[in-house]
């Protein structure tokens, strides 16, 4: 575990095992605890960087906006931290993909490999983001409740919620934790995040797209079309899965993520 200062302010990064680095990056409005089901499987063969991106978790917060870029920003200087000088597999859920495509768009020499887990890559539409910046000013009125009740109804499959209703317990907990200004800064910054559909046609990594196949905030149906939009992108449906696949169906998930690394691994860069 590392806190990696930036201009004063501490993030916490988790930094286990060792081999090809892979960072793990969590949706909204969570922090690393999300990718409790991956860590231990995947550093067996590779070092899994972990963060809580700011604003979240253990990490410090701020009340300027968070948009996508800033968020990859950090990566930067946390790769740079932990003296990473090779290129690394970003694996990103849902607003990780969001930061996984803002950090592709300014620095594809540093990327091995990209995981879309659960993600979109068009841009929120005008109602979608209005309503993002009412979320931003309830949730600074009201507290983090406002937000755990509007985000966590959609989040998970049905039979999460009917058979493992403590994943769904622990994440409200994470959100209930957090602080308000950072959810409404990041609220702020997902509201204006830019359309990467433009790039997805010039992608030239390995890349898995991963869904669930009852994920209703990022379908099955878009995400394939995402990845039929990537050269040579594989596309896998997890079943009986939510927007949180991985905490959901943590084996399942962790099959296909390490048949992906290993499908590249060899080969050269
Ligand atoms: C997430 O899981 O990160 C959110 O669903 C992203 C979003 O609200 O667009």
């Not at 809580?52 to 906006?65: E, I, K, M, N």
């Not at 308000?180 to 890349?207: F, H, K, M, Y």
Request: overall charge negative.
């Amino acid at each position: 575990m590392a806190i990696v200062n930036i201009a004063g302010a501490g993030l916490w990064v988790g930094d286990f095992g060792s081999g090809p680095p892979i960072l793990l990056l969590h949706g909204f409005p969570l922090d690393h605890t999300m990718w409790s089901g991956q860590i231990d499987a995947l550093c067996v063969t590779h070092r899994v960087i972990v963060p809580d991106l700011r604003g979240f978790g253990q990490s410090a917060v701020t009340r300027v906006t968070m948009t996508m870029e800033r968020f990859a920003d950090d990566l930067i200087y946390i790769l740079n931290a932990l003296s990473v000088n090779e290129p690394v597999t970003l694996c990103g859920l849902s607003m990780g993909g969001y930061v996984a495509f803002e950090f592709w768009r300014n620095n594809p020499g540093k990327v091995r490999s990209l995981v879309l887990c659960d993600t979109r890559a068009q841009p929120d539409t005008p109602e979608a983001a209005r309503g993002r910046l009412e979320l931003a000013e309830r949730v600074l009125g009201e507290g983090t409740c406002a937000v755990a009740e509007a985000v966590l109804p959609r989040m998970f499959a049905p039979r999460t919620f009917e058979r493992e209703p403590q994943v769904v317990e622990a994440m409200r907990n994470v959100i209930l934790k957090t602080n308000p200004q950072g959810i409404a800064a990041t609220l702020r910054g997902l509201s204006e995040r830019r359309d990467s559909r433009p790039l997805l046609a010039a992608i030239n990594v390995p890349v898995l797209v991963l869904v669930g196949s009852e994920d209703v905030i990022s379908p099955p149906g878009e995400m394939l079309e995402m990845a039929a939009a990537i050269p040579g992108a594989r596309f896998v449906e997890i079943p009986e899965a939510g927007h949180m696949a991985p905490l959901e169906s943590p084996h399942t998930v962790n099959h296909e993520l390490l048949t992906f690394l290993e499908s590249f691994r060899a080969t050269p860069l």
